[in-house]
C-alpha cells in the first residue's frame, strides 16, 4: 500500500489548506483501512491530528485542532482529505496520512501499517 500525500504549502495564519492523501491500494483494502493525519513540527515528536472511519461516519480529532480541521474521505476515489481552515502558526508541521487496518481511530501512530511520505505545511504569522 503506497500513500502519497499532497497539497501542503505556505500560508499565512487564518488561512486555508486541504490535503490530499492518496492511496494505491484497492478498493477493498481502502474501504478496510482507518485513516489518520500525523504532524510532526521539527524538533517535535509527531502527533496525532485526527482519522476518520472506514465509511466516513465518524471522526476523532486532536484537542489542537478540534473545530478547525474536518478529515473526510471518498472511497470512490481512494482518497483521504484534511481540510485546515484558521491556521495557526503553530500547526506548520509535516503532515503525515496514515492508513490502519486496525480498525478503530487510535491515537498512536504505532498502530497504523502505511505512512505517505509527507507534506510540508508552512504557516506564517
Known amino acids: 500500500v503506497q500513500l502519497q500525500a499532497s497539497g501542503g504549502g505556505l500560508v499565512q495564519a487564518g488561512d486555508s489548506l486541504r490535503l490530499s492523501c492518496a492511496t494505491s491500494t484497492s478498493a477493498r483494502t481502502f474501504v478496510n483501512s482507518i485513516m489518520g493525519w500525523f504532524r510532526q513540527a521539527p524538533g517535535k515528536e509527531r502527533e496525532f491530528v485526527g482519522a476518520?472511519?472506514?465509511?466516513?461516519?465518524?471522526?476523532r480529532y486532536a484537542d489542537s485542532v478540534k473545530g478547525r480541521f474536518t478529515i473526510s474521505r471518498d472511497n470512490a476515489k481512494n482518497t483521504v482529505y484534511l481540510q485546515m481552515n484558521s491556521l495557526k502558526p503553530e500547526d506548520a508541521a509535516v503532515y503525515y496520512c496514515?492508513?490502519?487496518?486496525?480498525?478503530?481511530?487510535?491515537?498512536?501512530?504505532?498502530?497504523?501499517?502505511?505512512w505517505g511520505q509527507g507534506t510540508l505545511v508552512t504557516v506564517s504569522s
Open positions: 476518520i472511519s472506514r465509511m466516513g461516519g465518524s471522526t
Open positions: 496514515a492508513a490502519s487496518l486496525a480498525g478503530f481511530m487510535d491515537t498512536r501512530g504505532s498502530v497504523y501499517d502505511y
